[in-house]
T-cell receptor, first 113, second 112 residues
Framework: ETGVTQTPRHLVMGMTNKKSLKCEQH?????MYWYKQSAKKPLELMFV???????ENNSVPSRFSPECPNSSHLFLHLHTLQPEDSALYLC????????????FGPGTRLTVL | AQSVTQLDSQVPVFEEAPVELRCNYS??????LFWYVQYPNQGLQLLLK??????LVKGINGFEAEFNKSQTSFHLRKPSVHISDTAEYFC??????????FGSGTRLQVQP
């Protein structure tokens, strides 16, 4: 595998379910990111991790819980989501310096029923 | 805080015609500027970026962009588009916080 991979690619869940999204980067990067992409809205940064430490939480509701066990893996744990949380969730990684290119995964299309 | 405005949500253009996708930003500090492209059912891919130096930046697939500090703009151009350029294009800024602020995107639709 190369680049940034995300699993699953598609996920349908009920509002009472608990699920997790997984992201893995094979680029040796130090920073990882979660973005939310909703229809007709700009990409929204959710979380930033640098060397496994969370450096940014962009006022994300607590029903989204990130986890970064090492620099190569990033998870987003989901519980008691709302229908408005349905979106494409994109993971990215970078070297972590200002101006560094972010490499994006293909995303997980989440539908909350 | 910084913000990015992409003035056109959709740009229809005929194949082999030139195109310009507009991007304006606001920031109280120096910024790094990016253009990303997103093809259907895929993540974002970097087209080009401006960090410093020459204000004309060349990217992949024949795209280029010009940084204009006085107008706080970073418009994307291509002299002749192909059907395969049909995609969503995003302008983004980074103030050095390692986080990108994106515009709302411009859907480029190339017609035969």
């Amino acid at each position: 595998e190369t680049g940034v991979t995300q699993t699953p690619r598609h996920l349908v869940m009920g509002m009472t379910n608990k699920k997790s999204l997984k992201c893995e980067q094979h680029l040796g990067h130090n920073a990882m990111y979660w973005y939310k992409q909703s229809a007709k809205k700009p990409l929204e940064l959710m979380f930033v991790y640098n060397f496994k430490e969370q450096t940014e939480n962009n006022s994300v509701p607590s029903r989204f819980s990130p986890e970064c066990p090492n620099s190569s893996h990033l998870f987003l744990h989901l519980h008691t989501l709302q229908p408005e949380d349905s979106a494409l969730y994109l993971c990215a990684s970078s070297q972590g310096g200002g101006g560094d290119e972010q490499f994006f995964g293909p995303g997980t299309r989440l539908t909350v029923l | 805080a910084q913000s990015v405005t992409q003035l056109d949500s959709q740009v229809p253009v005929f194949e082999e015609a030139p195109v310009e996708l507009r991007c304006n930003y606001s920031s109280s500090v120096s910024v790094y500027l990016f253009w990303y492209v997103q093809y259907p059912n895929q993540g974002l891919q970097l087209l080009l970026k401006y960090l410093s130096g020459s204000t004309l930046v060349k990217g992949i697939n024949g795209f280029e962009a010009e940084f204009n500090k006085s107008q706080t703009s970073f418009h994307l151009r291509k002299p002749s588009v192909h059907i395969s350029d049909t995609a969503e294009y995003f302008c983004a800024v980074d103030t050095g916080r390692r986080a990108l602020t994106f515009g709302s995107g411009t859907r480029l639709q190339v017609q035969p």
